[in-house]
């Protein structure tokens, strides 16, 4: 059983870091040893059993730290179980329906032989950095819209899958 789990993300404005530590607190209520930790900051993966891989999304594709992460990782990634996230609508999407990844992660997706992605509603508030971030929230179009009981529910069916244990 895996026991020794990373969960990396790309973020600008911290909504994303959000999800990362709600799975990876998941992860640990299922025995798991974890650590959450932004993907630039991480320099080996060689001694975690298991990865998760988050990214925020911009203009359709993963923030860069996350993409930088899964190429600078591959050969290690590869070897063992890696499940990915995105996040990034700005409206209900994310909750009324499954959303496919977009190319860049469906490559990586394919390149490293990942057991699993899911899009889940982003975040973007008052305060945002960024031109655009910032002009999306003056036009009345950020909120959050991030479901945090679908990304329990989500980290719960990963943790399962690490742990062998039956669902409950």
């Known amino acids: 059983m895996p026991g020794n789990v990373l969960v990396a993300y790309g973020t600008t404005n911290g909504s994303t870091a959000q999800i990362a530590e709600t799975v ?9 040893t974890v650590e959450a930790a932004p993907a630039a900051s991480v320099s080996d993966v ?3 059993d298991a990865v998760v891989v988050g ?3 911009y203009a359709g594709r993963w923030h860069k730290d996350a ?3 899964v190429r600078r990782h591959r050969r290690a990634l590869a070897e063992r179980p890696l499940w990915l996230f995105s996040s990034g609508p700005l409206d209900a999407s ?7 990844p977009v190319s860049g992660v469906r490559r ?6 990942a057991k699993g992605h899911v ?5 973007l508030v008052e305060g945002a950095k960024g031109r655009m971030a910032r002009m999306i929230v003056r036009n009345g179009k950020g909120s959050d819209f991030r479901d945090f009981t679908a990304i329990e529910n989500w980290a719960a069916e990963v943790a399962q899958e690490l742990t062998g244990a039956p669902k409950n």
């Open 24 to 32: 990876a607190d998941v992860l640990r209520k299922d025995g798991l």
């Open 46 to 48: 060689t001694h975690y």
């Open 55 to 57: 990214a925020g999304l």
């Open 67 to 69: 993409r930088r992460f």
């Open 94 to 100: 994310a909750s009324e329906r499954e959303i496919p």
């Open 108 to 113: 990586t997706m394919i390149r490293l032989d």
């Open 119 to 123: 899009t889940f509603g982003g975040c």
